[in-house]
């Protein structure tokens, strides 16, 4: 699948020298997206999430309680933000309004890392409010790069990039999307959040292997692990987060846990919403996968 | 303009209007055809908007019932996103309505109270005074005395008895009818704490405290419910009122 790109060789030697995961961000164990749905429950268990993580766009208002919300959580439990707006490869100019509020959250939440996605989500000042697959060419490459670059500048951290669900793909794509995600983790020195069913979702849509991907992204950049379940429409996989964890989902998990080793995991859910009970039970699932792989790999 | 700008204007007309042509640029394969693939985004798009409509404008899903999703396509096609959160998607609804709906006027009433209780809901925190802080003020400084209102504070004219839909669809009660009002009135909406608060504003009210938010003092305050109730009655009248706004969480500070 290389297509000469210019330093697709350097991103793969790099990938397979580097045995451990950077250690600028903690290990956070296994959590759970924050929704209004499981506020009330969450707080009554407490120990049994290790960290949750928050949708940064929910808390980027001017009070009330949602901030409270959020307070109460942050008093109890380890917090990462996760954004849906950043659109870091639109060719709409960074928004520095959104920028700002985004960098004033992380001040007042100081989470231990923060996330969006690797997509668009806009042009000429339209939201489309989804997560747009770019093309994998070297000109989209250049241009993401470059944004991640300020925007990390901005908010002076390194982010994590998510690898977003597709339905479409660019006949003009010269690389992998594997390919594309490691490439900008090492050019822009940002860290990636490996959606597993993400790419089990697109694996399905596009014919590509997802292990292929797994082994293509490189170790020392994978900070984050999401879980979620997805709908099977027609004839393409639909990214929904309202059913629970699949089989192959759970599988391509294990296989992400003996390529990367100990990675933070989370179940994401956003519809459809189950008792608490049955997120930890999945989440308890994934542990009971991870921690026997990761004491023998020890 | 670059090759990427040009894709994600086509695929961006292409979402927002299904009658663009197909782009040439996505693949077609053994799995599904370019506008099979296409479609995912298109009704996603919708969707999501109307989702978001919905979760703001209770009371108008309780007035349109099953009209409700045509109303919001009906927005959504002339009202392309422009904010990042989509949480402020409806900004315009009201306006919308007022507009394209002239024949159902209480519709733009419904979602203008909707979308005032919505940006009440997280609107910038406020402290607020009680009647502890006006023990402090002496009996001589009263009368240029200013009470300083919560910024937050929104009054509605309204021509339909929105509030009662909006009430039914707060408590999950049964659907009032649609009725018009013999003069229009005026509904205070606000936030004391973590709560949102709306209530149809008394008819000596309303004066007074429009005066009160242009920092008249307490005298013109009590002069403007003179023209109401009379001399004997308009401290009296004040007081009750100061004490109503006190307990709702209205005023943030006194000055004088």
Same mark, same amino acid.
């Given at each position: 699948?290389?297509?000469?790109?210019?330093?697709?060789?350097?991103?793969?030697?790099?990938?397979?020298?580097?045995?451990?995961?950077?250690?600028?961000?903690?290990?956070?164990?296994?959590?759970?997206?924050?929704?209004?749905?499981?506020?009330?429950?969450?707080?009554?268990?407490?120990?049994?999430?290790?960290?949750?993580?928050?949708?940064?766009?929910?808390?980027?208002?001017?009070?009330?309680?949602?901030?409270?919300?959020?307070?109460?959580?942050?008093?109890?439990?380890?917090?990462?933000?996760?954004?849906?707006?950043?659109?870091?490869?639109?060719?709409?100019?960074?928004?520095?309004?959104?920028?700002?509020?985004?960098?004033?959250?992380?001040?007042?939440?100081?989470?231990?890392?923060?996330? /969006?996605? *690797?997509?668009?989500?806009? #042009?000429?000042? !339209? +939201?489309?409010?989804? &997560?747009?697959?770019?093309?994998?060419? %070297?000109?989209?490459?250049?241009?993401?790069?470059?944004?991640?670059?300020?925007?990390?500048?901005?908010?002076?951290?390194?982010?994590?990039?998510?690898?977003?669900?597709?339905?479409?793909?660019?006949?003009?794509?010269?690389?992998?999307?594997?390919?594309?995600?490691?490439?900008?983790?090492?050019?822009?020195?940002?860290?990636?959040?490996?959606?597993?069913?993400?790419?089990?979702?697109?694996?399905?849509?596009?014919?590509?292997?997802?292990? /292929?991907? *797994?082994?293509?992204?490189? #170790?020392?950049? !994978? +900070?984050?692990?999401? &879980?979620?379940?997805?709908?099977?429409? %027609?004839?393409?996989?639909?990214?929904?987060?309202?059913?629970?964890?699949?089989?192959?989902?759970?599988?391509?998990?294990?296989?992400?846990?003996?390529?990367?080793?100990?990675?933070?995991?989370?179940?994401?859910?956003?519809?459809?919403?189950?008792?608490?009970?049955?997120?930890?039970?999945?989440?308890?699932?994934?542990?009971?996968?991870?921690?026997?792989?990761?004491?023998?790999?020890? | 303009?670059?090759?990427?700008?040009?894709?994600?204007?086509?695929?961006?007309?292409?979402?927002?209007?299904?009658?663009?042509?197909?782009?040439?640029?996505?693949?077609?394969?053994?799995?599904?055809?370019?506008?099979?693939?296409?479609?995912?985004?298109?009704?996603?798009?919708?969707?999501?908007?109307?989702?978001?409509?919905?979760?703001?404008?209770?009371?108008?899903?309780?007035?349109?019932?099953?009209?409700?999703?045509?109303?919001?396509?009906?927005?959504?096609?002339?009202?392309?996103?422009?904010?990042?959160?989509?949480?402020?998607?409806?900004?315009?609804?009201?306006?919308?309505?007022?507009?394209?709906?002239?024949?159902?006027?209480?519709?733009?009433?419904?979602?203008?109270?909707?979308?005032?209780?919505?940006?009440?809901?997280?609107?910038?925190?406020?402290?607020?005074?009680?009647?502890?802080?006006?023990?402090?003020?002496?009996?001589?400084?009263?009368?240029?005395?200013?009470?300083?209102?919560?910024?937050?504070?929104?009054?509605?004219?309204?021509?339909?008895?929105?509030?009662?839909?909006?009430?039914?669809?707060?408590?999950?009660?049964?659907?009032?009818?649609?009725?018009?009002?013999?003069?229009?009135?005026?509904?205070?909406?606000?936030?004391?704490?973590?709560?949102?608060?709306?209530?149809?504003?008394?008819?000596?009210?309303?004066?007074?405290?429009?005066?009160?938010?242009?920092?008249?003092?307490?005298?013109?305050?009590?002069?403007?419910?003179?023209?109401?109730?009379?001399?004997?009655?308009?401290?009296?009248?004040?007081?009750?009122?100061?004490?109503?706004?006190?307990?709702?969480?209205?005023?943030?500070?006194?000055?004088?």
């Amino acid at each position: 699948m290389h297509r000469g790109m210019r330093s697709i060789t350097s991103t793969l030697a790099t990938s397979a020298m580097t045995a451990t995961r950077s250690d600028t961000l903690p290990y956070l164990g296994y959590g759970l997206g924050l929704r209004v749905e499981h506020y009330e429950a969450l707080l009554a268990k407490p120990a049994q999430v290790q960290w949750l993580e928050v949708v940064s766009e929910n808390y980027m208002v001017d009070g009330g309680l949602p901030l409270v919300w959020l307070d109460r959580f942050r008093e109890r439990f380890p917090l990462v933000m996760h954004g849906v707006s950043m659109s870091i490869g639109s060719t709409d100019p960074l928004d520095s309004g959104y920028l700002a509020r985004l960098s004033a959250l992380a001040k007042r939440v100081e989470p231990a890392w923060v996330s /969006d996605h *690797l997509c668009w989500t806009g #042009v000429a000042g !339209v +939201q489309l409010h989804d &997560l747009m697959p770019l093309p994998y060419t %070297e000109e989209a490459l250049d241009h993401v790069v470059d944004r991640v670059k300020r925007v990390q500048d901005v908010l002076q951290r390194r982010i994590l990039l998510e690898n977003v669900s597709s339905y479409v793909s660019f006949a003009q794509s010269q690389l992998t999307e594997w390919e594309f995600l490691a490439e900008v983790a090492e050019r822009a020195d940002c860290l990636i959040l490996l959606d597993i069913n993400n790419v089990h979702v697109s694996a399905m849509n596009h014919g590509f292997s997802s292990l /292929d991907y *797994l082994r293509g992204l490189p #170790v020392s950049r !994978v +900070q984050q692990f999401h &879980l979620a379940g997805y709908e099977q429409g %027609e004839q393409l996989i639909i990214d929904t987060h309202d059913a629970p964890v699949s089989n192959a989902v759970w599988d391509l998990y294990v296989e992400a846990v003996r390529r990367f080793g100990r990675v933070s995991t989370m179940i994401e859910r956003d519809d459809n919403f189950p008792p608490l009970s049955e997120l930890l039970a999945e989440l308890e699932h994934a542990r009971k996968l991870a921690e026997p792989l990761l004491r023998n790999a020890a | 303009m670059s090759t990427l700008q040009a894709m994600q204007q086509h695929m961006q007309r292409a979402i927002l209007d299904a009658r663009t042509a197909a782009l040439p640029d996505i693949r077609s394969d053994d799995v599904a055809n370019a506008g099979s693939r296409l479609a995912i985004y298109q009704r996603g798009y919708r969707i999501r908007l109307r989702d978001a409509l919905k979760k703001e404008f209770i009371g108008l899903q309780c007035m349109a019932a099953t009209r409700l999703d045509a109303l919001l396509d009906d927005y959504i096609d002339a009202h392309p996103s422009e904010h990042y959160n989509i949480r402020w998607y409806g900004g315009a609804l009201a306006a919308h309505l007022r507009e394209t709906r002239r024949d159902k006027p209480q519709l733009a009433d419904m979602a203008q109270l909707d979308w005032a209780i919505s940006t009440a809901f997280d609107a910038a925190d406020e402290p607020s005074i009680g009647q502890s802080e006006l023990a402090s003020v002496p009996p001589a400084a009263w009368a240029n005395l200013r009470l300083d209102l919560q910024a937050n504070l929104q009054v509605l004219i309204v021509s339909h008895n929105v509030d009662a839909f909006r009430r039914a669809a707060d408590r999950a009660t049964a659907r009032p009818g649609v009725r018009r009002l013999a003069k229009p009135r005026r509904i205070l909406v606000w936030r004391h704490a973590t709560t949102v608060h709306y209530r149809v504003l008394e008819n000596d009210e309303w004066p007074v405290l429009a005066s009160a938010r242009r920092g008249e003092p307490f005298a013109a305050l009590c002069a403007l419910l003179a023209e109401y109730h009379g001399d004997a009655h308009a401290v009296p009248r004040m007081v009750s009122l100061l004490q109503t706004w006190l307990a709702a969480g209205l005023v943030r500070g006194l000055a004088s």
